[in-house]
């Protein structure tokens, strides 16, 4: 969960600050309805009022929402900004908007509900006609020297023989693990290849695309680490502003290592089928390393799913077709949701719990399990 200074980060984000302030400028009339999706503490909302909204709805489920009406008032509008401390999923708006803007991206625009989120609003919460803010995002790849990024995974196997053990079981694992540039980042100059388009969101609409194969080519000679992903934002007609390698912007880039170091020589290609699912927890990476004259070189498949160890078991309670059935903690969320009837209280639906749970769980625990059902699913 981001924290106020996190925000206050995004905030000062300077590059993706112009963009919003240029497309709201743009978009937002006097007199519009704007919804703030994921507003943080409130800098889209208050950038609307400037551009003259009549009414932001600010949606954020983050506690910190709380702080919108405070600047609000600090800024001399907060007759003008609403706080809806929800999920937009879960918001029911009196009017809908001319304009919904939001920015919940990751470290790629591939980014939890991000997507869903967007379609939920333009169905919901928009105008027909109305402006969605941002428009479109398009993904890049390109191969990179990042021996700064994968220096992690002998950091990380250190831990095992710095003890006296190996940990060949786990270091085989590390390369087929997603990475975010946060501390070591990936510099303009580590780019070894040419930089390809990859998928293209346009936000509101259908599902992207998000398996494609692209041709990258050697335009430095050097030892390619893996591949640096980035995107490239248009949040309005014309206004436009991307996370390549070497921007300095508040969004990391995303890193997937190579199995192994692949040494680039002159017009060498790399031929990458690259998938994931649109909530940028599951990718899957083949390379097929070509020299100038298209023979293979070495060729590779990484996924995840190859990241992780897996059970037969565990494969099995993956499945769709698996029939699950509910775990002791299952039976005491169903009875904490059946007495969120509006009528007992968080003690008295704690007390009937301890009433039915074994009594090695705690008042405490209870309580706490009871919390996060009413975090959860309370209106
Ligand atoms: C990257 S922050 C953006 C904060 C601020 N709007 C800005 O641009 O500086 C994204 C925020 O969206 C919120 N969020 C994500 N999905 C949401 C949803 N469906 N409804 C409301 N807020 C959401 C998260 O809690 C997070 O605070």
């Known amino acids: 969960m981001y924290s106020v200074l996190d925000y206050g980060q995004m905030a000062a984000c300077g590059v993706r600050m112009d963009a919003y302030k240029r497309a709201i400028a743009g978009a937002v009339k006097p007199g519009s309805i704007v919804v703030d999706i994921g507003a943080g503490t409130g800098i889209l909302s208050l950038l609307a009022v400037r ?15 709380w702080l919108i009406p405070e600047l609000a008032a600090e800024n001399g509008c907060a007759d003008r900004i ?36 967007l379609r939920d609003a333009k169905e919901r919460l928009l105008k027909p006609g109305g402006t969605l803010m ?32 190996s940990a060949r079981a786990a270091q085989s694992l590390f390369r087929h693990t997603v990475l975010g540039d946060w501390s070591s980042k990936i510099h303009a100059s580590d780019v070894l290849t040419t930089a390809a388009p990859w998928a293209t969101i346009e936000y509101g609409a259908a599902p992207p695309r998000l398996d494609e194969e692209v041709e990258l080519t050697t335009t430095r000679l050097g030892t390619a680490d893996g591949l640096a992903l980035w995107f490239e934002a248009t949040i309005a007609d014309g206004i436009v502003f991307d996370t390549a390698p070497g921007m300095a912007l508040v969004y990391s880039r995303t890193f997937l290592p190579f ?20 909530r940028g927890t599951r ?18 498949r990484q996924s995840t799913f190859l990241g992780m160890p897996t059970s037969p078991s565990a494969l099995l309670r993956a499945s769709s077709s698996h029939a699950p059935s509910r775990s002791p903690r299952g039976d005491r969320v169903q009875q904490i949701l059946n007495l969120m009837d509006g009528d007992h209280s968080v003690d008295e639906i704690t007390e009937a719990l301890r009433a039915s749970s074994p009594a090695s769980m705690t008042r405490d625990a209870l309580l706490e399990e009871v919390r996060e059902a009413v975090e959860r699913y309370a209106r």
């Open 134 to 165: 941002p428009m479109r995002d398009r993904l890049f790849v390109a191969a990179v020297d990042g021996r700064a990024m994968t220096a992690t995974f002998e950091r990380s196997a250190e831990g095992f023989l710095e003890h006296g053990f």
């Open 259 to 278: 199995v192994e170091p692949l040494r680039l020589d002159e017009g060498d290609r790399l031929r990458v089928t690259l998938r994931a699912d649109e």
């Open 82 to 117: 609403e706080v809806h401390p929800t999920t937009s999923f879960e918001v029911e708006l009196p009017e809908r908007a001319d304009v919904v803007i939001s920015d919940l991206r990751g470290s790629l625009s591939l980014h939890g509900d991000h997507l869903a989120t």
């Open 283 to 300: 990718w899957a990476w083949d390379t097929h390393h070509l020299n100038a004259a298209g023979a293979t070189k070495v060729r590779f």
């Open 51 to 65: 551009a003259g909204a009549r009414r932001v709805h600010a949606i954020e489920p983050n506690p910190a929402v």
